[in-house]
């Protein structure tokens, strides 16, 4: 993903971004390209990471930047989202749980 979290449906909206209301979806959200968040965007994420997790599915954040860590670190939401520093880290986060499910993962 590349530019500003700043709207909602930034993220359902974007090629190749899998249905999180699907059960057991995993995705790795790589956030290296995005300088930006607002509270639209995080909203939207909120939303997306509470989809999955009510069916069986995981998202996981990776390599944010400063901006979005502190953004996260303020509002509380470090302890909400699972952040990885790398997408590597984040794979193989959710690497562990789809052993169990066989289910694919989504790097986006």
Do not use: H, K, W
Not at 29 to 49: A, H, K, W
Not at 70 to 94: C, I, K, M, Y
């Amino acid at each position: 993903m590349s530019g500003d979290l700043d709207a909602r449906d930034t993220i359902r909206g974007a090629p190749g971004v899998p249905d999180l209301n699907e059960e057991g979806v995993r995705v790795v959200l790589d956030l290296s390209d995005v300088p930006y968040v607002n509270s639209g965007g995080v909203s939207e994420l909120v939303q997306l990471v509470a989809a999955a997790n009510t069916r069986g599915g995981r998202m996981v954040l990776a390599n944010p930047s400063p901006f979005f860590e502190r953004v996260l670190q303020t509002t509380q939401l470090d302890r909400f989202f699972t952040v990885a520093p790398s997408v590597e880290e984040a794979v193989g986060n959710v690497r562990a749980q789809r052993r169990s499910t066989g289910e694919d993962i989504v790097e986006m």
